[in-house]
T-cell receptor, first 115, second 115 residues
Framework: GAGVSQSPSNKVTEKGKDVELRCDPISGHTALYWYRQSLGQGLEFLIYFQGNSAPDKSGLPSDRFSAERTGGSVSTLTIQRTQQEDSAVYLC?????????????FGPGTRLTVL | TQLLEQSPQFLSIQEGENLTVYCNSSSVFSSLQWYRQEPGEGPVLLVTVVTGGEVKKLKRLTFQFGDARKDSSLHITAAQPGDTGLYLCAGAPGAGGTSYGKLTFGQGTILTVHP
């Protein structure tokens, strides 16, 4: 398929462990976004990439959260020393260009559960 | 910080009934998007409204953007069980805001249509 893919689809971890979440955007999309969604709630912006650079990291909740993007394609969101409040669905989206109002295509998300 | 208040949070209706979901803000948005999300999947874009006062129709769904571009509504006529899902509104920053597609999401409306 040509959509946005994310892995793993589900991740259960113990409090204090580190986790890595992966996003494969649609080929050719220069903009990539990470969001976090609590159960049945709206999405909370985490970070935006344009190419490999992240001009807006303002949504990252703490310094335990970091993200990188390599080759203008795949992105990895890393959460260190996970806490129970980190449990949520982490969604990745990409768009052709990072313009306001442009359509963002979302992946299916990674459901993270911290025990 | 731009906020979008979405209401109602939950809506449970019978097949054939009409319903309206509202998104309100004190901030001006350059555009407003409506998404639908099903369990285990990412949000899927339904429509983007850009011009104040704009009305767009998508089969039984009618979307309206307020004249001042601070609010929007989604009206569904003769709801069907297939309309069940989480509906999300999302606003792109207005004048003076960021130029890329950082979206502010409402809290979502969980719609259940009973046969």
């Amino acid at each position: 398929g040509a959509g946005v893919s994310q892995s793993p689809s589900n991740k259960v971890t113990e409090k204090g462990k580190d986790v890595e979440l992966r996003c494969d955007p649609i080929s050719g999309h220069t903009a990539l976004y990470w969001y976090r969604q609590s159960l049945g709630q709206g999405l909370e912006f985490l970070i935006y990439f344009q190419g490999n650079s992240a001009p807006d990291k303002s949504g990252l909740p703490s310094d335990r959260f970091s993200a990188e993007r390599t080759g203008g394609s795949v992105s990895t969101l890393t959460i260190q020393r996970t806490q129970q409040e980190d449990s949520a669905v982490y969604l990745c989206a990409s768009s052709l260009v990072g313009t306001s109002g442009g359509e963002q295509f979302f992946g299916p998300g990674t459901r993270l559960t911290v025990l | 910080t731009q906020l979008l208040e979405q209401s109602p949070q939950f809506l449970s209706i019978q097949e054939g009934e009409n319903l309206t979901v509202y998104c309100n803000s004190s901030s001006v948005f350059s555009s407003l998007q409506w998404y639908r999300q099903e369990p285990g999947e990412g949000p899927v874009l339904l429509v983007t409204v850009v011009t104040g006062g704009e009305v767009k129709k998508l089969k039984r769904l009618t979307f309206q953007f307020g004249d001042a571009r601070k609010d929007s509504s989604l009206h569904i006529t003769a709801a069907q069980p297939g309309d069940t899902g989480l509906y999300l509104c999302a606003g792109a920053p207005g004048a003076g805001g960021t130029s890329y597609g950082k979206l502010t999401f409402g809290q979502g409306t969980i719609l259940t249509v009973h046969p």
